[in-house]
C-alpha cells in the first residue's frame, strides 16, 4: 500500500509537528481541530516553525510554500474519507480517543491505518473500538517533533506484521528513526524517563539540592540537553502527571507515583512553559 495522505487529528503542540513533518515529507496532510480558532492557532504554528526553518537554511523558501499548499485544516473527521494513515494527536482522554477511532473506522477506507500518538494510555482498547484491530498502531512522537529524531512505534497483540512494515517505510520517510514497544503503559521512553523525573521532584521536594544545581548536575555532568526539572517545564507538568497516574493505575508500583509537589503545582496551574511558570518563571 502507497500512503499518499495523511490526516492527524488535533492541531496543538504534537498534532501539529506532526503535520508539519508529513508534509515537508511531501504527504498531502488534512488536520482536524475541534473549533476554527484552534485550528487557526495550530496553522499559524506550522508556518511559523517553517518560516524559521527557511530562516536558518534548512529548507528553501520554496519548500516551505510546497510543504504549506499541501496541508489542508477541517472541523470534521468525515472529511478524512481519502486518508491512507492517521495519526491521532488529540487530548489524552481515553473516552474522547474511543470516539475519535470509532468515527475514523467507519468513514477511512478499508485499508487505512489508524495510529494514536498517545504516550501512555492503551493502544489495544482503542484498536477494541474499531473493526480494524489489526491496522491500528501507537506511533508515538517526540517534543518538538520536527528536531526529535525517535518513532516508538507501539504495537498490540492485534497489529498485524503488514501494519508495522508499512508504518516503518512510512517512519522512515520521515527521516526518523524508529523503535517498537508492546503496548505497555509507558513504552520504552516513558518507562524509563518518569522514574527519573520523579525522582528529581522527590529531591528537589526533599531539600537536598536546589532546583538550578539539580538541573546543572544533569545537563553538564551527564551532557543530557536539559535537566529534569526544565525538561518537566518543556514538556509540561500537567502531562508527566497525567502519565505517571496513568503508569501508577496500571503497575501500582511506586517508582510511577507522584510526588505531592508535582500534583499541586499542576493544581495551582503551574503547567511549565505552557502557562508561564513551573519551576522556572517564563513570564
Ligand atoms: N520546532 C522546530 N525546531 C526547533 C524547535 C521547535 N519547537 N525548537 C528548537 N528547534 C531547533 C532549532 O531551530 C535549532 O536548530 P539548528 O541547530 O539546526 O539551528 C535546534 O532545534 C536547537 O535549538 P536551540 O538552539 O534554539 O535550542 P537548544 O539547543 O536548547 O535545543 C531542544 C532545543 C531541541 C528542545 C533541546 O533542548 C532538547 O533536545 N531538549 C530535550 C527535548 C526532549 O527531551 N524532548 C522529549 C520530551 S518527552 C516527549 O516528548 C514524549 C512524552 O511522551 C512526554
Known sequence: MEIKRVGVVGC???GSGIAEVCARSG???????????LLQKGLDRINK??????SRGKMSQEEADQATARMQGTLDLADFGD?????????????IKKEIFAELDSVLPAHAILASNTSSLCVTEMASVTRRGDKVLGIHFFNPVPVMPLIEFVRTILTSDETMEIAH???????????????TPGFIVNRLLMPYILDAVHIYENGLASKEDIDTAIH??????????????FVGLDTCLFIADAMYEEYKDARYAAPPLLRRMVLAGHLGRKSGKGFYDYS
Open 169 to 183: 517505510e512510512f517512519g522512515a520517510s520521515l527521516g526518523k528513526t524508529m523503535v517498537t514497544a508492546k503496548d
Open 27 to 37: 504527504y498531502e496532510v488534512l488536520v482536524r481541530e475541534v473549533n476554527s480558532a
Open 220 to 233: 553538564l555532568g551527564l551532557n543530557h540537553p536539559m535537566g529534569p526539572l526544565t525538561l518537566l517545564d
Open 12 to 14: 496543538g503542540l504534537m
Open 83 to 95: 486518508c491512507d494513515l492517521v495519526v491521532e494527536a488529540a487530548i489524552e482522554n481515553m473516552a
Open 49 to 54: 516553525s517553517l518560516a524559521k526553518a527557511v
